[in-house]
């Protein structure tokens, strides 16, 4: 498709030195853009450069940690200085502290909110001024998770981080929209470093990269779950032409699966003369509009028997 076409792009992909960011920074090269590696390990962002250079991408290399307001103003400086402008920020970077409620410190809290959250803040700023400037529009992409939509156990700082990142999302989605900019919020599931660690995902990744097999499809459709490559095509679409009206949106990917998560609403709405009291919420929550509370937290994965 002419309009998946990204030659004259320019792209910055945060936390792209493996992972699933380095399929995004592989895939958006692939489609023609030039592309912004970064990560903080100067290794990484050197071999990922080296590989999509030798795949016939053109590619530059930051290496920061995301952030505070200076790393941000680098990563667009290194679009422009080595490419001339800016179309595409991705915002990946991010780091784990997992621990109970009970157990985490104030830095677990904030280094997670810091990279994750201000980090998307602060990149996202500094590439909003830059495409409004440049006024040719643009898109924002920014990652969150499925502990942001639902929570998930010990991930107090992680999910916080990444339900605000949709929240900024549909926030900057009315602010940039006169200007063209698109922003959207992308909810991968990947078998990365981390996700491998999951008891029901591990023998069964394990056996696939030992083997080259396929992962099997209970995982790819119930839970979907697939390769970090398999996240990439959507980075594409929202970074192209043919995404030109879609913002404002948290999509979900992984595997074979692809989906549009809802957005907060009111599910059930009652109404009492004069206001509530508490005695009058009681008599109707659990028989009126608390009979069908909602679900919290990520659904266990569950192989089938065998």
């Given at each position: 498709m002419p309009y998946m076409d990204l030659h004259g792009k320019v792209a910055v992909v945060t936390g792209s030195g493996r992972g699933l960011g380095l399929a995004y920074a592989q895939a958006l090269a692939a489609a023609g853009a030039a592309v912004v590696v970064n990560d903080v390990d100067q290794g990484a962002v050197d071999a990922a450069v080296a590989t999509i250079t030798a795949q016939g991408g053109k590619a530059t290399g930051v290496v920061a940690a995301v952030g505070d307001s200076e790393a941000a103003q680098r990563l667009v400086d290194a679009a422009v200085q080595a490419f001339g402008r800016l179309d595409v920020l991705v915002?990946?970077?991010g780091i784990l502290r997992d621990r109970v409620l009970w157990k985490m410190t104030?830095?677990?809290?904030?280094?997670v909110v810091r990279v994750h959250l201000r980090g998307t803040f602060t990149c996202a700023r500094a590439a909003g001024i830059r495409m409004r400037e440049q006024g040719t529009g643009g898109r924002i992409i920014l990652i969150s998770s499925p502990a942001g939509q639902r929570g998930n156990f010990g991930q107090t700082n992680y999910a916080a981080a990444k339900a605000g990142i949709v929240a900024m999302a549909r926030t900057w989605a009315m602010e940039l929209a006169k200007a063209g900019i698109t922003v959207n919020a992308v909810v991968p599931v990947a078998a990365t470093e981390m996700t491998k660690t999951i008891p029901a995902f591990a023998p069964?990744?394990?056996e696939s990269e030992r083997t080259g097999a396929p992962l099997p499809d209970w995982l790819r459709k119930d839970e979907g779950?697939?390769?970090?490559e398999d996240v990439a095509g959507l980075i594409t679409f929202?970074?192209?032409e043919a995404s030109k009206d879609v913002t404002g949106q948290?999509?979900?990917?992984?595997?074979d699966r692809l989906a549009l998560w809802a957005h907060p609403k009111e599910k059930a709405v009652v109404f009492a003369d004069g206001g509530w009291s508490a005695d009058a919420i009681a008599a109707e929550w659990h028989d009126g509009i608390g009979a069908e509370p909602e679900t919290y937290g990520i659904p266990a994965p569950k192989a089938p028997e065998a």
């Open positions: 915002t990946n970077a104030d830095d677990d809290f904030d280094a069964v990744v394990a779950l697939g390769t970090v929202l970074a192209s948290a999509i979900g990917t992984g595997g």
